[in-house]
């Protein structure tokens, strides 16, 4: 668990730099990159020089050691100015902390270094063309071949299946476990003969960052490469990594909405109609008033679950909530911007139109918003029994 006033002392330090470094590096070129859905190779440089590939990993290992709380900080300011480089940095984490807290001790000796350093980077691989949601349907497979294991299967969406360099891979190891999930197990998969990205897939925004289909044809992995070393384990593993994956994608929504705020409460005082700035009209001052509300209210569940987390607790209802009203709220903001902006919320020359291309992707990923629903309802039962 890490120390809060350790926690305390360099969460201001990490966010000025982290912020520092959007001014500098990401701001005057994020707008070019989007656009031309170009992989942004410097900015990845300087993330990975800033420490961020390992900043929940232990410092042990070589990481920034940083608590969720401090984590959300950096990904909401990140995707303030550009949502999609926070995949690049959190689809590996979600990697790097299943085996920080699912691997063998040799295992993490192994990797987590190298993933901290970014040396080594990549991402989750659940994905398939036919299930996303229901994951226990995956027909990926890892048969038993003398001192290893084959691997056989397509994964599909997988954030940065282009650029990455090894993926934890969710695999059946048993196709006839009852329950489905106990045939479920996780590897770690580094790109090489038997694994390539078979396409990129073109999306409606959240570009920079390659999402992929991945194809496994009799791919040979040693059988260390099995997270924890037992099979069977790692349905449990992913759905342990969950909440922290949720929390991350919660704090991309707070960017979102925030940003979508600050470019129209700046436009609506600089554009004039009827003799005055449209922030004086009625009919924005609703649209603002509800967009800074909502952001304010989805930055306090995402703090929440946050903190539930770094103190240990169990926290996949506080987590859904943030996720859910987080999320929402950046894909309601991001419309509210364009109405705001008019004519031009409509133009590429204006950031607000990628917030709105952007904001839908954040209730699909890490469990869609109908699945949140549902885990917030059970738990509120269990809760609450009579
Ligand atoms: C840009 C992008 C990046 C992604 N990155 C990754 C990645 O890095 N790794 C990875 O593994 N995956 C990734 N994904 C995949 C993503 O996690 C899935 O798309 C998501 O989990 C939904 O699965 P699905 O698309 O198969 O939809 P489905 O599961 O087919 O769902 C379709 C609809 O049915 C609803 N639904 C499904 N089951 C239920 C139910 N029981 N009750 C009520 N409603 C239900 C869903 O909410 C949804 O509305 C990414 C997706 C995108 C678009």
Known sequence: MPDPAKSNDDERMILDSVEQFLERDVKPYAMHLEHEDIWPEDIVGKMAELGLFGSIIHEEYGGLGLSCSTYAKIVEVVSREWMSLSGIFNSHLIMASCVQRNGTDAQKRKWLPKFASGEIRGGLALTEPNCGTDLQAIRTRADRDGDGYRINGTKTWISNGIHGHCFAVMVKTD?????????VSVFLVEKGEGFRPSRKLEKLGYKGIDSAELLFENCHVPAENLIGGVEGQGFRHIMGGLELGRINVAARGVGVSQAALDESVKYSQQRETFGKPIAEHQAIQLMLADMVTRTEAARLL??????????????DMEAGMAKLFATEAAVTNSMDALRVHGGYGYSKEFPVERYYRDAPLL?????????????????LIARNPI
């Open 363 to 379: 209730t699909i990923g890490e469990g869609t918003n109908e699945l949140q629903r549902i885990i917030i309802a059970r738990q």
């Open 302 to 315: 995402v703090y929440r679950a946050a903190d539930a987390f770094d103190r240990g607790e169990r926290c």
């Open 175 to 183: 196709l006839n476990a009852e329950p489905r999930h106990k045939g």
